[in-house]
């Protein structure tokens, strides 16, 4: 189940308990249906969820004859779609002019009358969430969004949204394949509006995503500096090595002064040690820079071109 289904599927277990917030609820799932107008109301949706609780608020407040199909898209993941319609065209009508349209109105917009207050505000967003929204699993790319096909309504959707006040929102508004699609693509916004709806739990699973991934940025750029740290230090090893056999095999290496000597067999016998390790490992123990500037040293009278580890 994807992560969006789990969010509807969790805000449709909210209690209204008040008449008011059902109404407002109801009207965002069905202000957001294609299409929602005075001769037709038909909401489609994946989830079994979401088509319960339209039916379920619609009988709550209008009591009209409902037609439910479910039909099996035609996909790998034999996903069902479950179309619910008002199938009488004077409940239409009935329900389209209760929530304030007008089947004269020339485009559809968001009727404010409809919500009287911060709670209902609340529930006309979990509806209209319900009804066209939906959002990515957050292990992936963070983005929700609200669909609609009509351009008034989106801008008024996305004013509203930029409105409330315990949230901080900057939607923007996209065309996509002839619908208006109301965006946000903050993880932090995204769970400030999931949690002002009622989706809590699945807010809290985003912010657990988001840490689980801060941290495994951090660990994967800690494994890159580590693996370049190696590499450098594999590479100048391999050039000390090098520059130590030269020298072996022409002059030999009893030919370099006693200290250059003796560091030059601790490295050729400990390939793997790193510098501090072979200063530690001398006669008069000497720090890493000391050990590295007697390599140096040796690389230079070998006449192989130097690189510092």
């Known amino acids: 189940m994807s992560f969006s289904h789990e969010v509807k599927k969790e805000l449709s277990k909210i209690l209204n308990n008040d008449y008011a917030r059902d109404f407002s609820e109801c009207y965002g799932l069905m202000l957001f249906c294609r299409p929602f107008s005075s001769a037709e109301i038909k909401l489609k949706t994946e989830s079994i969820s979401v088509a319960e609780r339209f039916i379920s608020l619609s009988n709550v407040l209008f009591s009209p004859v409902i037609e439910k199909q479910s039909t099996l898209k035609a996909s790998k993941d034999h996903i069902n779609l479950h179309t619910i319609s008002l199938i009488l065209p004077d409940e239409c009508k009935n329900v389209f002019t209760a929530f304030g349209h007008d089947e004269k109105d020339t485009t559809l917009r968001l009727n404010r009358g409809n919500i009287e207050n911060d709670m209902c505000l609340s529930a006309f967003l979990r509806g209209a969430f319900l009804s066209c929204g939906s959002v990515n699993d957050p292990l992936k790319n963070y983005h929700l969004e609200f669909c609609s096909a009509y351009k008034n309504l989106s801008n008024d959707l996305c004013l509203l949204l930029s409105e409330i006040r315990e949230c901080n929102l900057t939607p923007k508004t996209i065309l996509r394949g002839g619908s208006y699609v109301v965006y946000l693509k903050d993880s932090e916004q995204i769970t400030d509006l999931l ?31 580590e693996l370049a740290n190696i590499n450098k230090t ?63 040293k040796i690389i230079e009278i070998s006449g192989i071109e130097s690189d510092t580890e």
């Open 234 to 296: 594999a590479t100048a090893a391999a050039r000390q090595l090098a520059a130590i056999e030269k020298i072996e095999s022409t002059v030999g290496l009893e030919s370099l002064p006693d200290q250059l000597y003796e560091i030059a067999i601790l490295r050729r016998d400990n390939p793997e040690l790193s510098l501090r390790d072979l200063g530690l490992l001398l006669n008069e123990p000497i720090s890493r820079s000391g050990v590295n500037h007697r390599l140096l």
């Open 195 to 225: 949690t002002f709806m009622g989706a809590g739990s699945c807010a809290m699973d985003i912010m657990n995503a988001k840490a689980y991934k801060q941290m495994r940025n951090i660990a994967n750029r800690r494994t890159n500096s």
